[in-house]
């Protein structure tokens, strides 16, 4: 199914990267995204509140790397 998700992952090189989709995506997609972000760890956080908290879905993909 896909949903407007957001999720938080942890790159290789120890920097941490927060994601919103844009548009709705699968589990499957979103990880993938991780993988190429090269995140050895990621975490799902939710798949419906984030449509709800954003519903003008003006929201871009939203990659926030903590130093």
């Not at 990267?17 to 995506?25: D, H, L, M, Q």
């Not at 991780?34 to 879905?57: M, T």
């Amino acid at each position: 199914n896909k949903y407007i998700r957001n999720a938080v992952g942890i790159r290789n090189d120890g920097k941490v990267v927060f994601v919103i989709s844009k548009e709705g995506v699968t589990i499957k997609e979103l990880a993938e995204y991780f993988i190429n972000l090269q995140c050895e760890y990621a975490l799902h956080l939710d798949g419906v509140v984030s449509d709800i908290y954003f519903p003008e879905k003006k929201i871009l993909i939203l990659e926030n790397i903590l130093e």
